[in-house]
């Protein structure tokens, strides 16, 4: 993969930096190392707001963009950090999602409510590989609960452990996108960039950022053909080992 001209990386996390739940010594220090060699360093998560400000308060990134775009944190000249939304109104939008996902989920027994829910601004996450796994013979549940949400108007995609559901024209790339201009505009162009995922959810990201990366345990993603837009290029190692073999890369080490 080309390393002239980059001089940040988009990172997903879950699956990406993390490997069964966990971030890893070693793939924490790989933050640390592609931080100190002058990279800027922007997480693009499913995750909730609330996740994205503790990564921004203790990790070495220098803005977050959560919630599948709706939401971005970044810092203030004297370190505060700030919640902006992609669209206004964001609370009522999800209001009236949560009674759209209420209505339907019961159907779709164990899928249940993500634990970090309470902490989201703008989507709602739905646990299948989280704190419940699905059995084999389960797996179907996600694609249609996926499809009856987006019949209610709701957008949906599945990471590698929620569906994340909106209501609201965004998606990762379009926030991040929104995020870079108005905070990086200087270092805006996409080209100048490259991502790093591991899910369908990262496809939009993988169509706008032509360096785009997929740690291994993407391939079984890539081998199923689900993946309209997958990335260019493809590590050795999955997880966290994969996203330090990338920063390896970058660093010329």
């Known amino acids: ?29 790989a933050l640390w190392d592609l931080k100190a060699a002058g990279f800027k360093i922007i997480p693009v998560t499913g995750r909730s707001t609330g996740w994205a400000h503790l990564m921004l308060t203790q990790w070495p990134v220098d803005a977050v963009v959560a919630e599948s775009g709706g939401t971005y944190l970044t810092k203030d000249a004297n370190g505060a950090i700030e919640v902006h939304f992609y669209e206004p109104d964001m609370q009522h939008k999800r209001d009236a999602l949560l009674k759209r996902c209420k209505q339907v989920l019961p159907r779709f027994s164990p899928l249940t409510f993500a634990v970090d829910n309470n902490y989201r601004c703008a989507d709602i996450a739905i646990d299948f590989n989280e704190q419940i796994k699905l ?19 709701c957008n949906a995609r599945a990471s590698s452990i929620h569906i994340n559901a909106w209501l609201g024209n965004f998606d990762k790339a379009s926030g991040t996108m929104k995020l870079i201009g108005e905070h990086f505009a200087d270092i805006a162009d996409p080209n100048q960039w490259l ?57 010329g080490q």
Not at 140 to 148: G, T
Not at 222 to 251: K, M, N, W
């Open 1 to 29: 993969m080309p390393t002239e001209g980059i001089v940040g990386v988009l990172t997903d996390v879950d699956d990406t930096l993390t490997h069964k739940g966990s971030l890893s010594a070693a793939t924490y220090a």
């Open 135 to 153: 059995r084999p013979e389960q797996q179907h549940l996600v694609n249609e609960l996926i499809c009856e949400l987006e019949a209610l108007g």
């Open 195 to 251: 991502f790093i995922g591991d899910a369908p959810n990262d496809q939009t990201m993988f169509a706008q950022f032509a360096n785009s990366v997929g740690v291994a345990n993407i391939l079984p993603h890539l081998t199923s053909g689900i993946l309209d837009s997958p990335p260019r290029y493809i590590t050795q190692l999955g997880h966290g080992a994969g996203f330090s073999e990338v920063v390896r890369h970058l660093i």
